[in-house]
């Protein structure tokens, strides 16, 4: 027997997150590409983007055509040839986001024609990481979550990211209550 989802955001009714959800409005367009298999874990934080942010659209199609990106779009992906978000003459009106591990996001790079003609632009170094959940060993490896919202702190000075954070830490601290305590303090 099949287990019940949630209609809204097609997680598992344990693991739905539209109680975390609040509106953001944003001037700046967010495409999520995602990893196949990347939206059925309980744990990833592109649904909190996809669903609190008014201008974001959720793609895991990437791989199968070449879409056409409006003009000034822009791939957040670091690298050497990616420009520094927070030094450039004007930010990207529509910007594109990859979701997954970072080796599923290098791999979706990898593969795609299309995100590799985009222009990058990468976050300044130094943000840490606040999802103890999930880890990784690269030190200035964020959630998608996390990324988003640095960037768009960047781009749009101001707005209000209250929304995103506190969907964020409602999602760790809800799958932390879940954990046995002695698995628990390994992530304390």
Known sequence: MAR??????NRLIIHCICALI??????????LVQYPGEE?????????VQG??????????????APAWPDGTALLFPGEEASNLATLASAPPHLVVLDGTWRKALR?????PALKALPKVCLPQGAASRYR???????????????????????????DLSPLEDGFEGLIE???????ASVRQQYL
């Open 4 to 9: 019940a989802s949630c209609p809204k955001c």
């Open 52 to 65: 609190a942010l008014d201008c974001a659209l959720l793609r895991t199609d990437a791989l199968l055509a």
């Open 133 to 159: 959940l999930r880890s990784t060993r690269k030190k200035s490896a964020l959630s998608t979550v996390e990324a988003v919202m640095m960037a768009l702190a960047i781009i749009e000075p101001g707005i």
């Open 174 to 180: 809800r799958a932390m209550t879940r954990l046995p």
């Open 40 to 48: 059925n874990h309980p744990l990833g934080t592109a649904a909190l």
């Open 108 to 112: 979706l790079y990898e593969q795609s």
């Open 22 to 31: 609040r509106p953001l409005a944003c001037r700046t367009q967010v495409t």
